[in-house]
């Protein structure tokens, strides 16, 4: 194993401590706790976002802290959930009066310890709602989780109900966006490499040279089964075929895809992997109407990708299209 750390149980602390050093403008990190909120927060009268997971993610979810996204993130060690007293500081800290909403993403430790982290900041007087993302169609009741796994989609999540929280939203508005965006918006990945956790020192699982792994989740979760590796218009077409089975979509609808980068592959790829899909959609006289290609919810040195579509009406388009000023996220 070749990681450019110090000590492996120092990776999320130095990480933490390196993102701000990086972004102070951006971010600041609540003192004793793996939670980073915005450098000029709490936002008076704003309903707050909050989120997070596991560390080995990113730029989720830190590097989505900001203008038009989220309030705070919350850091986990890597791959694992954040304890419920570090997501209450969170809640305690972007707290601006006007309620916070909490987006897990669909893991049985996520959803517990948020979901605890919530009530406790109700009995603290907080007005607390919270969503599940469930986007991920490869596989149900998985590894870790009851139901489906919550994967890339998220960022859409953090976009969308970021910007009607930013507009003035109250929070059961909000939480009706986040809930709309959940219900439009499906993803699948596939993985060629696996990757290794720091404290572990070895791989995850093992893939053949030749050998791909389908519908995996972000932390290493078996998928759907191995194959040999393919074409990219192959495995793409393999991906949005299970998509298209799970979401009514129909000629002339409007889409949002994201093509989100697991940590090792290179960008060249992923914009190969978009122009299949931009056929795909074609062929089927579905509209594009943006596209995001990038890292965007990784799996530390993991080398594969997902593919996320999102169905638009008018009143998420314009909220995907409201200014968003983060580190890894920028609309103007």
Not at 14 to 37: C, D, Q, S, T, W
Not at 266 to 273: C, Q, T, W
Not at 284 to 300: D, E, Q, R
Request: charge should be negative; include cysteine; glycine fraction near 12%.
């Amino acid at each position: 194993m070749k990681k450019i750390i110090n000590n492996p149980e120092n990776v999320v602390n130095e990480m933490l401590e390196g993102i701000v050093k990086a972004h102070p403008e951006y971010v600041k990190r609540l003192e004793g706790f793996n939670v980073l909120v915005r450098a000029n927060g709490p936002s008076k009268g704003k309903v707050a976002l909050v989120s997070g997971g596991g560390s080995g993610h990113e730029p989720s979810h830190g590097g989505f802290v900001g203008e038009g996204m989220l309030d705070g993130a919350v850091a986990g060690e890597v791959f694992t959930s954040p304890t419920p007293d570090q997501v209450f500081e969170a809640v305690k800290a972007v707290d601006g009066g006007a309620g916070v909403l909490l987006v897990i993403k669909n893991y049985t430790g996520d959803v517990m310890n948020f979901e605890m982290a919530g009530e406790l900041a109700k009995a603290d007087g907080i007005e607390v709602d919270s969503v599940i993302v469930n986007d991920d169609v490869a596989v149900e009741n998985s590894t870790w989780t009851t139901g489906r796994r919550g994967i890339a989609g998220t960022i859409f999540i953090h976009k969308i109900a970021g910007a009607a929280a930013e507009k003035g939203m109250g929070l059961p508005e909000v939480k009706r966006i986040a809930e709309k965006v959940i219900a439009n918006v499906r993803s699948m990945g596939m993985s060629l490499t696996p990757c290794t956790v720091p404290a572990a020192g070895k791989p995850g699982f093992e893939l053949a040279e030749d050998e791909v792994e389908v519908g995996l989740g972000i932390h290493g979760e078996p998928g759907t089964h191995r194959e040999k590796i393919k074409s990219a218009a192959e495995i793409t077409k393999d991906l949005m075929d299970k998509i298209f089975a799970d979401i009514d979509l129909t000629q002339d609808d409007e889409v949002a895809v994201l093509i989100n980068g697991l940590g090792g592959t290179p960008l060249m790829e992923l914009y190969i992997v978009n122009n299949e899909v931009d056929k795909l959609l074609e062929d089927k006289g579905i509209v594009i109407y943006k596209t995001i290609v990038g890292n965007y919810m990784t799996s530390l040195e993991m080398a594969g990708f997902s593919i996320s579509i999102l169905k638009l009406d008018d009143e998420l388009k314009e909220l995907l299209n409201y200014k968003a000023d983060t580190p890894a996220f920028k609309q103007l």
